[in-house]
Nanobody, 123 residues
Framework: QVQLVESGGGLVQPGGSLRLSCAASGRTFSSYAMGWFRQAPGKEREFVAAISSTSSSTYYADSVKGRFTISRDNAKNTVYLQMNSLKPEDTSVYYC????????????????WGQGTQVTVSS
Protein backbone atom coordinates (compact mmCIF):
# COMPACT_ATOMS: atom_id res chain seq x y z
CA GLN A 1 0.00 0.00 0.00
CA VAL A 2 1.28 3.45 -0.94
CA GLN A 3 -0.11 6.78 0.20
CA LEU A 4 0.68 9.87 -1.87
CA VAL A 5 0.44 13.51 -0.84
CA GLU A 6 0.98 16.32 -3.35
CA SER A 7 2.03 19.85 -2.48
CA GLY A 8 3.38 22.96 -4.16
CA GLY A 9 0.39 24.09 -6.18
CA GLY A 10 -0.83 27.67 -6.28
CA LEU A 11 -1.49 30.73 -8.39
CA VAL A 12 1.22 31.83 -10.81
CA GLN A 13 1.39 34.31 -13.67
CA PRO A 14 1.86 33.15 -17.26
CA GLY A 15 5.53 32.48 -17.90
CA GLY A 16 6.15 31.68 -14.26
CA SER A 17 7.34 28.51 -12.57
CA LEU A 18 6.18 26.11 -9.88
CA ARG A 19 7.59 22.93 -8.44
CA LEU A 20 5.18 20.26 -7.33
CA SER A 21 6.18 17.59 -4.83
CA CYS A 22 4.61 14.23 -4.10
CA ALA A 23 5.60 12.50 -0.88
CA ALA A 24 5.02 8.76 -0.66
CA SER A 25 4.65 6.55 2.38
CA GLY A 26 6.10 3.09 2.65
CA ARG A 27 9.49 1.46 2.32
CA THR A 28 9.13 0.27 -1.26
CA PHE A 29 8.92 3.63 -3.05
CA SER A 30 12.01 2.79 -5.08
CA SER A 31 10.18 -0.11 -6.74
CA TYR A 32 7.39 2.07 -8.13
CA ALA A 33 7.21 3.95 -11.39
CA MET A 34 5.65 7.37 -10.82
CA GLY A 35 3.49 9.59 -12.96
CA TRP A 36 1.97 13.05 -12.94
CA PHE A 37 -1.47 13.66 -14.39
CA ARG A 38 -3.78 16.66 -14.53
CA GLN A 39 -7.47 17.28 -14.82
CA ALA A 40 -9.20 20.51 -15.73
CA PRO A 41 -12.90 21.14 -15.00
CA GLY A 42 -15.11 19.25 -17.42
CA LYS A 43 -12.20 17.38 -18.95
CA GLU A 44 -10.77 13.91 -18.59
CA ARG A 45 -7.67 13.28 -16.55
CA GLU A 46 -4.63 13.41 -18.82
CA PHE A 47 -1.05 12.23 -18.68
CA VAL A 48 1.67 14.80 -18.03
CA ALA A 49 4.91 12.97 -17.24
CA ALA A 50 6.28 9.69 -15.92
CA ILE A 51 9.55 8.43 -14.47
CA SER A 52 10.88 4.93 -13.98
CA SER A 53 11.69 3.51 -10.56
CA THR A 54 15.42 4.16 -10.98
CA SER A 55 15.08 7.50 -12.82
CA SER A 56 16.68 5.91 -15.88
CA SER A 57 13.71 6.78 -18.09
CA THR A 58 11.28 9.69 -18.32
CA TYR A 59 8.43 10.45 -20.67
CA TYR A 60 6.40 13.59 -21.29
CA ALA A 61 3.19 14.62 -22.97
CA ASP A 62 3.85 16.71 -26.08
CA SER A 63 2.04 19.64 -24.49
CA VAL A 64 4.62 19.96 -21.69
CA LYS A 65 7.79 18.67 -23.34
CA GLY A 66 10.64 21.15 -22.93
CA ARG A 67 8.82 23.05 -20.17
CA PHE A 68 8.23 20.45 -17.43
CA THR A 69 10.76 18.14 -15.79
CA ILE A 70 9.94 15.11 -13.67
CA SER A 71 12.48 13.81 -11.14
CA ARG A 72 12.57 11.71 -8.00
CA ASP A 73 14.60 11.25 -4.85
CA ASN A 74 14.20 7.68 -3.64
CA ALA A 75 16.01 8.47 -0.39
CA LYS A 76 13.27 10.99 0.39
CA ASN A 77 10.38 8.98 -1.08
CA THR A 78 9.47 12.00 -3.18
CA VAL A 79 8.77 12.73 -6.83
CA TYR A 80 8.85 16.23 -8.27
CA LEU A 81 7.43 18.09 -11.22
CA GLN A 82 9.28 21.27 -12.14
CA MET A 83 7.01 23.41 -14.29
CA ASN A 84 8.48 26.33 -16.21
CA SER A 85 7.06 28.73 -18.79
CA LEU A 86 3.58 28.07 -17.49
CA LYS A 87 0.59 28.85 -19.68
CA PRO A 88 -3.06 29.46 -18.80
CA GLU A 89 -3.91 26.12 -20.40
CA ASP A 90 -1.76 24.40 -17.77
CA THR A 91 -4.40 25.33 -15.17
CA SER A 92 -5.62 22.06 -13.64
CA VAL A 93 -5.62 19.90 -10.57
CA TYR A 94 -2.36 17.94 -10.68
CA TYR A 95 -2.20 14.39 -9.36
CA CYS A 96 0.70 12.06 -8.75
CA UNK A 97 0.31 8.32 -9.15
CA UNK A 98 2.32 5.16 -8.48
CA UNK A 99 2.53 1.71 -10.03
CA UNK A 100 4.81 -1.29 -9.70
CA UNK A 101 6.89 -2.20 -12.68
CA UNK A 102 7.39 -0.23 -15.87
CA UNK A 103 6.13 3.32 -16.31
CA UNK A 104 3.09 3.82 -18.50
CA UNK A 105 1.08 6.80 -19.69
CA UNK A 106 -2.46 5.54 -19.21
CA UNK A 107 -4.55 6.59 -16.23
CA UNK A 108 -5.74 3.02 -15.69
CA UNK A 109 -2.20 1.72 -15.41
CA UNK A 110 -1.62 3.30 -12.00
CA UNK A 111 -2.66 1.74 -8.72
CA UNK A 112 -2.28 4.56 -6.23
CA TRP A 113 -3.26 8.22 -6.45
CA GLY A 114 -2.81 11.35 -4.40
CA GLN A 115 -5.57 13.82 -3.61
CA GLY A 116 -4.34 16.44 -6.07
CA THR A 117 -3.03 20.00 -5.88
CA GLN A 118 -4.50 22.96 -7.74
CA VAL A 119 -2.34 24.89 -10.20
CA THR A 120 -3.80 28.12 -11.59
CA VAL A 121 -1.98 30.12 -14.25
CA SER A 122 -3.49 33.56 -14.61
CA SER A 123 -2.53 37.22 -14.72
Amino acid sequence: QVQLVESGGGLVQPGGSLRLSCAASGRTFSSYAMGWFRQAPGKEREFVAAISSTSSSTYYADSVKGRFTISRDNAKNTVYLQMNSLKPEDTSVYYCAAKRGLMVTGVRGYDYWGQGTQVTVSS
